[in-house]
């Protein structure tokens, strides 16, 4: 069948027409072959538009953005393909978490320029810091690490945020750390940790004789999650500093941290920021926070406090001798707060 270019005003130069006609085609022959560029806008004549010069403008824009899509596209494409490629070829792992698939190449991620986790680590097990925060590690590349790396590491702060380890992996590296003995600082946040993973890190801590720093933020821990952990450090932990913040931590959290302060003789730094505490459960930590032994630094901002949780830490400020720093911004505190505040300062100093 013979096809013919549609004919033209006299007012739109030929210039504009053929152009701008050869691509939509190119573009609708595209679509018959792909099914992802069959959303590709239609041309045609908008009762709104009477100018034909404005007409093909508008119909040129249109598909400008359309060719810019496709080309975005089967850049993306390629760029996939060429990684499954190398995947193939060098047998890496593809892993499905949740909804995403993330493919580990053993040789190298050209998107980030990094390297595999596994040999990253291997390479790098003796120096005194290791990042892979955002490494998508995922449980099995964190088991692997974590067994067969571990025991022979020197690593002194090793840094493991964002990176799906889930309860699996969490547990993986708590194994692996329960006869380290030069890890010193440990940063698990963001991880999806659930109360597998935190109950294996409370075994960890009472075996582990090195780990005094430990991050567990951001992984949405509730307060049966954490009941493990409280227990734990109740008993002998060399554990000095602890992250907790951005959390969904409530009175009953609260209630077992007061026994922790009372009977822990080593913790010196604890952050409870951005959670779910009130009033009440404030009230349950104030025996422990008048006879906290070692607590110098206390983060309870962004919580639920108001003025009368400002009476209650006036008060444990009063009694406690140890601390030496508490952050409670972020409690919709008033002027009134501030007046118990400075008033158990001021029985501090005396």
Known sequence: MKMSLPKRKDSTPASYDRSLFLRWNRLQMNAMEEVRLQNVPSLHN?????????????????????ENRVGKDQERTGTRKELVGMSEENESEVKEVGNLRKVLPTAMDVRNGKSNPFEFFKQHRFDEEVDLNGWFLGPITAFEISSELFSSSSIVRLFLA????????????????????????????????????????????????????????????????????????????????????????????AEQLSNVLMTNSVLEKLSISSNQLEVTGLQAMLPGLRNAQTLCDLNISWNYLYDAGAKILGEAIADNRSII?????????????????AKGVAITRN
């Open 46 to 66: 908008s009762p709104k538009i009477t100018s034909q010069a404005r007409l093909v403008v508008g119909a040129r824009s249109r598909i400008a953005d359309a």
């Open 162 to 253: 964002n990176n799906l380890l889930g309860n699996e992996g969490g547990k993986a590296i708590a194994k692996g750390l329960e006869g380290n003995f030069s890890v010193r600082e440990l940063d698990l946040s963001e991880n999806m940790l659930g109360q597998n993973a935190i109950s294996s890190i409370a075994e960890m801590l009472t075996k582990n004789q090195t780990l005094e720093k430990l991050n567990l933020s951001r992984n949405n821990l509730t307060d049966p999650d954490v009941e493990s952990l409280l227990k734990s450090l109740c008993g002998k932990t060399v554990l000095k500093e602890l992250d907790l913040s951005h959390n969904i931590l409530c009175d009953q959290f």
């Open 325 to 341: 720093e508490i952050s409670a911004c972020g409690n919709l505190f008033t002027t009134k707060a501030a007046s118990f505040l």
